[in-house]
C-alpha cells in the first residue's frame, strides 16, 4: 500500500448503529487529518492530530469520535448519526514542520445515514 | 477570519485549449501559503501546484501554472494544452505560514470540463 488508504470505501449506516471509519498513512508523516465533504460546500475540517495528539477539534458534535493510536493509524468512531451526516468523509496527512506542510490525502468514505 | 472563494462554479475547456480558474483570498496575515487541489471523479484529491506568498515568481508544474497576485489577494490556476484526464473538481485552499498552524481553509471549488 502507498499513499493514504481509508476504509470503508462506502458505508451505510442506520441511525442507531455504530461504524468506525479507519485511516492509514504510509508516507511517514506526524499530522493527521479528518475532514468532511459535502456538495457545494467547502471542505469541513473536523480533527487533527499531531504527535498523536489533538491539536484541532472545530466544534464537531460529539457523535463523531477519533481516535489516533500512532502515527500512522487514524479512526473516526460514529455512534447516533443523523441524515445530513451523510457525506464523504475524508482523510489526510501532512508533514508538519516542513515548509509548505501540504496535505496528501486518502480515497474517502461515502457515508450515508439512514 | 481567512475566507477563499471559488466565483466559478463550473468552466468548460476544448481539449488543448486554455482555461483559467479564478481564486481569491482573505486575509490580514503575510506569511502565508496556497494550494490548489485537483479531485477527479471517484478518485482521491491530489496536490496540483503550490505557492508561498512570500515568493514573487509564479509556481510553475508542466502545463499548470499560477498567476498570484499578492496585493489584490488573487491566485488563479492557468491550465494549458487542456487534456481529458484534468476534467475534476479543482480546490483554492490557504494555510497560515505560523509554525504549528494545521488548519487548510478551502474554497467551494470549481468543476472543469474538458470536451473532445
Known amino acids: 500500500e502507498t499513499g493514504v488508504t481509508q476504509t470503508p470505501r462506502h458505508l451505510v449506516m442506520g441511525m442507531t448503529n455504530k461504524k468506525s471509519l479507519k485511516c492509514e498513512q504510509h508516507?511517514?508523516?506526524?499530522?493527521m487529518y479528518w475532514y468532511k465533504q459535502s456538495a457545494k460546500k467547502p471542505l469541513e475540517l473536523m480533527f487533527v492530530?499531531?504527535?498523536?495528539?489533538?491539536?484541532e477539534n472545530n466544534s464537531v458534535p460529539s457523535r463523531f469520535s477519533p481516535e489516533c493510536p500512532n502515527s500512522s493509524h487514524l479512526f473516526l468512531h460514529l455512534h447516533t448519526l443523523q441524515p445530513e451526516d451523510s457525506a464523504l468523509y475524508l482523510c489526510?496527512?501532512?508533514?508538519?514542520?516542513?515548509?509548505?506542510?501540504?496535505?496528501?490525502f486518502g480515497p474517502g468514505t461515502r457515508l450515508t445515514v439512514l | 477570519a481567512q475566507t477563499v472563494t471559488q466565483s466559478q462554479p463550473e468552466m468548460s475547456v476544448q481539449e488543448a485549449e486554455t482555461v483559467t480558474l479564478s481564486c481569491t483570498y482573505d486575509?490580514?496575515?503575510?506569511?502565508?501559503?496556497l494550494f490548489w487541489y485537483k479531485q477527479p471523479p471517484s478518485r482521491q484529491m491530489i496536490l496540483v501546484i503550490r505557492?508561498?506568498?512570500?515568493?514573487?515568481q509564479n509556481a510553475t508544474e508542466n502545463r499548470f501554472s499560477v498567476n498570484f497576485q499578492k496585493a489584490a489577494k488573487s491566485f488563479s490556476l492557468k491550465i494549458s494544452d487542456s487534456q481529458l484526464g484534468d476534467a475534476a473538481m479543482y480546490f483554492c485552499?490557504?494555510?497560515?505560514?505560523?509554525?504549528?498552524?494545521?488548519?487548510?481553509?478551502f474554497g467551494t471549488g470549481t468543476r472543469l470540463k474538458v470536451l473532445a
Open positions: 508516507l511517514g508523516h506526524n499530522a
Open positions: 485552499a490557504y494555510r497560515r505560514g505560523a509554525s504549528g498552524t494545521y488548519k487548510y481553509i
Open positions: 489526510a496527512s501532512s508533514q508538519a514542520g516542513a515548509v509548505y506542510n501540504e496535505q496528501f
Open positions: 492530530y499531531s504527535l498523536e495528539e489533538r491539536v
Open positions: 505557492q508561498e506568498a512570500y515568493k514573487q
Open positions: 486575509t490580514s496575515e503575510s506569511d502565508y501559503y
